[in-house]
């Protein structure tokens, strides 16, 4: 499987990016789609996950209310809108896929998902 994130940059304090994660994935029974972000220095953390198949959604507590995790119907895509955005969401920002997992959705584990992207930077600026 192959993931490609797009739609990083530089946004001023309070401004909105989008970036999206384009999947390549064989035939599959359960997905999940998350999104996690690293600092500098730090492990990769958990920010926003999706089930395919029945869209549930979760967040991590800082992004509650501002970001919002969306899917393609059409395509394995996968959206990150991100508002509001303050410079503590500076980061590295990767998705990561789980094809075909069964019993309890470990969605915000890193070592849970199989495979990832290459990351896109996000830059706020104060």
């Known amino acids: 499987a192959q993931l490609v994130e797009s739609g990083g940059g530089l946004v001023q304090a309070g401004g909105s990016l989008r970036l999206s994660c384009a999947a390549s994935i064989r035939a599959f029974g359960t997905l999940f789609l998350g999104w996690f972000r690293q600092y500098p220095g730090k492990e990769r953390e958990f920010v926003a996950a999706i089930d395919w198949n029945t869209s549930s959604a979760y967040y991590e507590d800082s992004v509650k209310g501002r970001f919002t995790i969306s899917r393609d119907n059409a395509k394995i895509t996968v959206w990150l809108q991100m508002n509001s955005l303050k410079p503590e969401d500076t980061a590295l920002y990767y998705c990561?896929?789980?094809?075909?997992?069964?019993?309890?959705?470990?969605?915000?584990?890193?070592?849970?998902?199989?495979?990832w992207g290459q990351g896109t930077r996000v830059i706020v600026s104060s």
């Open positions: 990561a896929a789980k094809p075909g997992y069964s019993g309890t959705a470990l969605f915000a584990v890193r070592e849970w998902y199989d495979y």
